[in-house]
């Protein structure tokens, strides 16, 4: 544990030094640390004027292992569960080659052009970003992800190259040290009724970006105000209402010009929603009806034609419901393909069970209004 430690505070900048990290890569990190250790030391220039000493950070050799956090359980409850396979396929795998460099320009080519480099087998080189420039990370940010490598509080790694998720899904960090940083969602999951999302920020110059796993609404601010309202409370409920007056403006009631540009403009900002992966079993034939309402309301004919075959394979009876589940199916591959039979399948379920849910009563008083396909 001590030994854990002191590896940390290892060539670790001091306060006042706040010089760009340049970003290198090497095969090996024992290897590139005992040399890197005798080069700022001044051992490879024995016959020679020493040279301007460095700092240097290798994130894999400050990684806590499987072992030592496990040890420190009792001690930090507030530490999330380390999962050793994750972090040895993910996390570990994608940092292993990383090296970090504190020093000027020249003091960096020094180090790659000398003879301990260019005559080793393994090199040490540049990380490049895609138009082939030297990438580097500022002081500020190269502090905090060593602060974040080093305690682990939350999950994270690594990838390339930073995509955005979605339109609109800029957010702002909550979390230390990265608070007040900006990022965007890559993933977000409802589990056991809860939104945990994936946010990627970039601090690698747009070539590679780090991921924090699994934070929760607290843990983050939407840039986008109507963004943080569909995040609140029962966002199935929220989607659900949101279509149901989508589908009420455009086949039960006129609407002034305005009201359309709104809905149009609301109808876009709902892929947040449909773009949410359920996790939970009990919700996913719910929440699968609901994300085919909206592609067939957003014109999507590929993703509603996917959508429909996903639905149909969830019925046990292709002619009727068995389940106020299947019901619900029914009604949105009826408002998907406007068949007749869907209709009237979810019409007799209802007759039959009084005590259905009366959501389906609502939707019928919607679609009895469409023009159905015999």
Not at 115 to 134: F, V
Request: with cysteine; charged share 30%.
């Amino acid at each position: 544990m001590h030994a854990l430690k002191h590896q940390q505070k290892m060539n670790a900048p001091t306060e006042n030094n706040t010089q760009d990290w340049y970003v290198m890569c090497h095969l090996n990190p024992m290897q590139i640390e005992t040399l890197l250790k005798k080069d700022s030391k001044g051992e490879f220039r024995q016959d020679g004027p020493a040279d301007t000493p460095y700092s240097f950070y290798i994130p894999y050799l400050h990684m806590p292992t499987a072992e030592t956090l496990e040890a420190q359980e009792e001690s930090d409850k507030g530490r999330k569960a380390y999962d050793s396979i994750r972090r040895n396929k993910e996390l570990r795998g994608d940092l292993f080659r990383f090296v970090f460099i504190q020093a000027p320009e020249e003091r960096v080519w020094r180090i790659v052009s000398s003879p301990w480099n260019t005559g080793s087998r393994l090199r040490l080189y540049h990380y490049r970003d895609h138009e082939g420039k030297k990438v580097t990370v500022r002081d500020g940010d190269m502090r905090r992800l060593m602060t974040t490598i080093r305690d682990q509080h939350f999950l994270f790694y690594f990838d390339q190259p930073i995509t955005d998720f979605q339109v609109e899904s800029e957010v702002i960090l909550n979390i230390e040290p990265w608070k007040g940083h900006r990022g965007v969602i890559k993933k977000i999951t409802c589990r056991k009724k809860q939104l945990c999302m994936d946010i990627s920020m970039n601090i690698f110059n747009r070539t590679r970006s780090i991921n924090f796993v699994d934070l929760k609404t607290g843990d983050i601010s939407f840039v986008d105000a109507a963004q943080a309202a569909f995040m609140e409370g029962d966002f199935l409920s929220h989607f659900e209402e949101e279509l149901m007056e989508q589908l009420s403006h455009l086949h039960t009631r006129s609407v002034t010009d305005h009201q359309r540009l709104r809905d149009a403009v609301r109808l876009k900002q709902l892929s947040t929603y449909y773009n949410i992966y359920m996790d939970d079993e009990a919700e996913q034939p719910r929440f699968l009806a609901l994300r085919l309402i909206y592609a067939t309301l957003r014109k999507w004919d590929r993703h509603r034609e996917t959508l429909v075959s996903e639905a149909q394979a969830l019925l046990s009876n292709p002619k009727t419901p068995a389940t106020d589940a299947e019901a619900y199916l029914m009604t949105a591959l009826f408002i998907a393909t406007r068949l007749a039979p869907y209709r009237d399948a979810v019409k007799r379920y209802r007759a039959a069970h009084p005590d259905s849910p009366d959501i389906l009563r609502r939707y019928h008083t919607i679609t009895k209004h469409l023009k159905a396909k015999r």
